[in-house]
């Protein structure tokens, strides 16, 4: 059991329990014995799981070299790869340890992964600000300080930068830049040999399942199979199509939503405004000053300068707003009350791509849960040459599978080469010094410290408030169970 815990812990954080003999001898000792000095030996521990409606594989592999004077241990790689419902396999594009994190925290995992036998460590007085640093790590508190961290390192970066502008380095560019493009081009090269192996496995997987039709005994199980193959990639088709959909409502509506506070203020102005007289419908500056220059108002009367008509007319110059201000206004209230609607239509929209997503994909996994029970029907079949060829699917199955995962790692490197190659080519070309470039990058540098201070600050509040929450909780419940007239307070550290 231990062997089993320490697995996980090993693959995903690369840590061990306390009950854990040997952290520095992962490789089995006979293997280390009958391989020849200097030769590595291998060890890994692979775990495939999901989180969401995403799988996972994750897979650590660390050395070992027997040498004349002892066993030498290599440092640990680990590899994460993730798949959607289409099955192809991608590497992340952030660190590998961030997405575990996101997941499950490294600060977590002792509160999953732990030793039956000593959970009582798990309870100690002296556990009570670990305990304390994991739930505000499951409430989700921790990432603003990764927020922080992360800031300090984008303004060590932008500091490095302003300190490099306009240094001699176009050559050390132009040979980065030349490298990575050789890599793409030899990446383009394997991708397309892996096409073609894809395609020629896909040719003979048709095969193979024509001859399991001919075959008697398993035409009904291999039709069931075939009409569930075809739901399976009609469904992956209908589910990439929705989360299309959904990534376009979003991102040409999803701003609506988040302009309810101004849209709100805007009425609020308008109706203040109106109140006091400041924005008159139908009353214009324009129209009141034709009035007085034609010294007559609209009921008939004659307005003579100096008269009391006429300064009592005149006053509604100063009371009538703007042409345009008051036409502007109108204008805005119009495009205010169809921002709200559309917010409204994409609140419901997106609610209900939602929810087609969700039946969509609960959908998909009965169409696979039935294709698996029908494969391993087949593969127990009692006729031998019906086992053999399924057998014989399961191998091609597996080495799409290895294909694709290999496919989508590359085509997730040849971006990052690309990336590379854009921003070392932005290198080249930016490589004189001016004034308005260092301008540019100390006027971020002061927007990322007044970001981090802005964080600092909202990490305090926060911690606070839980603090009282907790605080309050703990008090009702000791209520509950103790009629002593004593008041639980906790303190900074959670004590």
């Known amino acids: 059991k231990t062997s089993i815990t320490n697995g996980f812990t090993w693959v995903l954080y690369e840590k061990f329990s306390a009950a854990f003999a040997a952290e520095d001898q992962l490789v089995n000792k006979r293997a280390i014995a009958e391989t ?62 961030d997405v575990i994190a996101r997941i499950l925290p490294e600060s977590l995992h002792r509160y999953f992964f732990f030793d039956g036998e000593r959970i009582e460590k798990l309870m100690r007085d002296d556990k009570r600000s670990e305990i304390a640093d994991a739930t505000k790590a499951l409430l989700g508190i921790n990432a603003i300080g990764g927020g922080v961290r992360h800031l300090k390192e984008v303004r060590k970066s932008l500091e490095n930068h302003l300190k490099g502008i306009g240094n001699p380095e176009t050559k050390k560019f132009l040979k980065q830049k030349q490298e990575r493009e050789g890599k793409v081009e030899n990446l383009e090269k394997r991708n397309q040999r892996i096409e073609a192996d894809l395609k020629h496995f896909g040719e003979k997987k048709h095969d193979l399942n024509r001859q399991l039709l001919e075959l008697q ?3 009904n199980l291999q039709l069931q199979r075939t ?26 509506k999803g701003y ?36 007085l220059k034609q010294e007559r108002c609209i009921c008939g009367a004659e307005l003579h300068p100096g008269s009391p008509g006429f300064e009592n007319v005149q006053k509604w110059t100063e009371k009538a707003a703007i042409a345009d201000i008051e036409e502007t206004a109108i204008r805005l209230s119009s495009q205010v009350d169809d921002i709200d609607s559309q917010a409204q239509e994409f609140c419901q929209t997106s609610q209900d791509e939602h929810q087609a997503l969700i039946q969509l994909i609960e959908e998909l996994s009965s169409v696979k849960d039935g294709l698996d029970s029908v494969k391993e029907q087949l593969r127990s079949f009692p006729d031998q040459d019906i086992q053999n060829l399924q057998q014989q699917l399961d191998d ?27 921003q070392l080519g932005k290198q080249v070309d930016q490589q004189q010094m001016n004034e308005r470039k260092q301008l540019l990058a100390q006027r971020r540098i002061a927007k ?12 305090e509040n926060f911690e606070q408030r839980f603090r009282q929450s907790l605080e309050e909780r703990i008090q009702a419940l000791f209520r509950q169970i103790s009629f002593t007239p004593y008041i639980p307070i906790l303190n900074e550290n959670y004590e």
């Open 256 to 291: 609506t939503v988040l302009l309810g506070d101004l849209t709100q203020s805007f009425r609020g102005w308008l109706g203040e405004r109106q109140e006091t007289g400041e924005l008159r419908r139908g009353i214009q500056r324009s129209f009141v000053e034709q009035l």
């Open 36 to 97: 020849p000095l200097r030769d590595p030996v291998e060890c890994f521990v692979e775990i495939h799981f999901e989180h969401g409606t995403i799988r996972y594989r994750a897979r650590r592999t660390c050395r070992a070299y027997a040498t004349e004077s002892g066993v030498e241990t290599g440092d640990s790689l680990l590899n994460l790869q993730y798949a959607r419902e289409d099955g192809r396999w991608l590497l992340p594009r952030e660190p590998q340890d």
């Open 448 to 459: 990322v410290v007044e970001a981090i201070e802005r964080l600092q600050r909202i990490q």
């Open 227 to 252: 009409t569930l193959e075809r739901q399976h990639d009609d469904m992956v088709k209908r589910i990439q199509q929705t989360r299309a959909g959904l990534a376009e409502a979003i991102a040409s």
């Open 396 to 422: 091609l199955e597996l080495r799409s599978s290895e294909l694709n995962q290999e496919l989508g790692a590359n085509q997730q490197q040849r971006l990052n080469l690309q990336r590379e190659i854009s």
């Open 217 to 219: 005994g398993a035409e």
